[in-house]
C-alpha cells in the first residue's frame, strides 16, 4: 500500500474517532416512562436567567437526555415545528450541530454489517495497527483543514468559530498524545460501537426514512444510546472525558440589553482550558443560545438550506 492511500486510511480512522468530539450533546438518552410529564418538567426548567441557558443544557447531558436537550434547547413553538419538519425530511437539528452529520447513516451502516467488529478490527490490523506517525499526519491535517473550513463557512457566526476553534485545538492535542494506533483498544471500540449501532433500531441503509419514521424525539433518544457508549468507549480506551469537561462548565454574564446577552463560557477539555464567547437569547421569558435557535429556524426551510443539505445527501 502506497503512503497516500495509507494516509487516507488513517485520516478516515482520526474521522471516525473525532465524529462526535466538538459538540458531546448526544452523550446519551435515559428511557422516559412518561413523555408529557417528562415534557412539561423540562418546559419548567427552561432558563430564567442568561446563564442558565448554558446550565440546562449541560444538564441534560449529564443525565443523559438527548432528547430532552433539543427540547430545552428551542422555545416550545419552535420546537414543534421541527418535530415536524422531521417527519417529512426537511429538518435533521440538531443532528446537523454535530460534525460530519452527513456521515452518520454511512457510519450506521458500515457498523451494522454481519461480523461488523471482526472485519473493522482485521482492517485495522493490517492499514493502521502502529501507523503513528500517518495518524499524527491525519489528526494534523483533520485540525488545520477543520480550521480553514469553519473559518470560510457562513454558518458560524465569529464567536462560534473562535469556540470550536480552541475546541479543535483541544481535541487535536488530545488525539496526538492518545493510543488511537493500538488495535487492542480499537478492537474493543468497534466491538461496543457494532453493538451499539445495531440496538438503534436505525437501519443505516434506510436511516433517513427511519428518522423521519420516527420523528425527532424518538430518533435523539435511539442516536442518544449509540453516542453514550461512543462517549464512554473514548474515555475507557483512549482517556478522553467528556463528563469531567461538561462538570467544569462555568458560565458568567459579560453583557445584557433587553432580550441579548452575550456569556462568557469556560470549561476544560482534554488537558486544555476553553475560554469562550457565547451570544444568548430571550423568547416568551426564557433563554436560549442564539446560535441553535437561528439554526433550527433555517432549518425548516428544507434540503436545499445551508444548514441542513449534508445532512440529507442525494434529496432532492
Known sequence: MTRRNRL????????????????????????????????AELRARAAERPVDAIYVLRDRLLARDGAGFARVALPPALHAQVEAAWRDGRSRWPLEELPLDGDIPRMLAALQEPDAARSLTASFQRHIAGADGDIDQAVRTLVVFGSSYIETDPDYTPEEREHVDQAMTALGDWALAAPLSDPKHAQHLFAALAAAATH??????????????????????RLSRFYSTLMAQLRLQYGLDFDASLRSVNASLQQQTGDSARLRLQYRLGT?????????????????????VARARRSLGGPGTPTNAAANPGKP
Do not use: N, Q
Open 8 to 39: 487516507r486510511r488513517a485520516t478516515r480512522h482520526a474521522l471516525l474517532l473525532a465524529f462526535a468530539l466538538a459538540l458531546p450533546w448526544l452523550a446519551g438518552c435515559r428511557p422516559g416512562t412518561d413523555a408529557g410529564k417528562d415534557a
Open 200 to 221: 438503534t433500531g436505525i437501519d443505516g441503509r434506510r436511516a433517513h426514512a427511519d428518522l423521519a419514521r420516527l420523528g425527532m424525539t424518538t430518533s435523539l433518544s
Open 272 to 292: 486544555a482550558s476553553i475560554d469562550a464567547i457565547v451570544p444568548v437569547v430571550r423568547i416568551d421569558g426564557h433563554w436560549y443560545l442564539a446560535d441553535y
